[in-house]
């Protein structure tokens, strides 16, 4: 049986090997790695990590953070991507209140009086129990997305999940990014054209300016800029 002892010593050594691979030769080194045992997240603003994904291993799990607070266009794009890519298994991860139930404890509107406390509780936690069933997970963190980002491997030890945490898009560009998504097609949530780059829960995702960082839409006037998945 691999321990999480074992699986540090892993990543600590996939770290340096893969530090400058590309995106499909990670996601091949994950699939040959773990085999099952991993899980590919995604927030459905696009499906590029997914298309990726299901190239080397067709019947990926998927994970997506149902907080009950999502627009509309990405339920759409989470259903869009089940039938385009009919192997994949969406893995749904529901906080442990449902909405109302959150409100009748906490006060309506969480988000806006304590959105950490809202995001621990809709996204954080649920991400950390459906994580406890996975040795690694696949994210599309970005390297350009935010100053906060700036040092993603591409293998690494998440310390807080504890698990491996493989970030095969981590070098791409923007240019690189959305190259790909013209070129393959690919499954884009509506709301990203409309002038939402960054999207997250409604009440906390506003239009951005055109030319104003992507990120500045999310909870927009506060001076949180993380909903705590990724530190």
Not at 40 to 46: E, I, L
Request: glycine content about 8%; hydrophobic content about 40%.
């Amino acid at each position: 049986m691999t321990t999480t002892t074992d699986w540090k010593t892993v990543a600590d050594r996939a770290s340096a090997e893969l530090a400058d691979a590309g995106a499909l030769e990670a996601l091949r080194w994950t699939a040959e790695t773990f085999g099952d045992d991993f899980i590919v997240a995604s927030n459905m603003q696009d499906a590029v990590l997914i298309d990726l994904a299901t190239q080397v291993k067709p019947d990926v799990d998927v994970l997506f953070l149902e907080t009950g607070y999502h627009f509309a266009e990405t339920i759409g794009t989470r259903d869009a991507v089940a039938t385009v890519y009919p192997d994949v298994r969406i893995v749904n991860a529901q906080a442990g209140q449902s909405v109302a139930e959150q409100d009748a404890e906490h006060g309506p509107k969480l988000h806006d009086r304590d959105p950490n406390l809202c995001c621990h509780l809709r996204k954080v936690v649920p991400l950390r129990a459906t994580l406890g069933r996975y040795s690694a997970w696949v994210t599309g963190v970005r390297r350009v997305d935010a100053p906060t980002r700036a040092n993603t491997p591409i293998v690494g030890w998440d310390e807080r999940n504890g698990l491996v945490k493989i970030n095969p898009l981590a070098a791409w560009s923007d240019e690189e990014f959305n190259g790909y998504i013209r070129e393959h097609s690919i499954l884009e949530n509506p709301l990203v054209s409309a002038g939402y780059p960054s999207i997250g829960c409604a009440p906390c995702t506003a239009k951005v300016a055109p030319g104003a960082d992507p990120r500045s839409g999310r909870w927009a006037g506060q001076s949180k800029t993380e909903c705590g998945l990724h530190g």
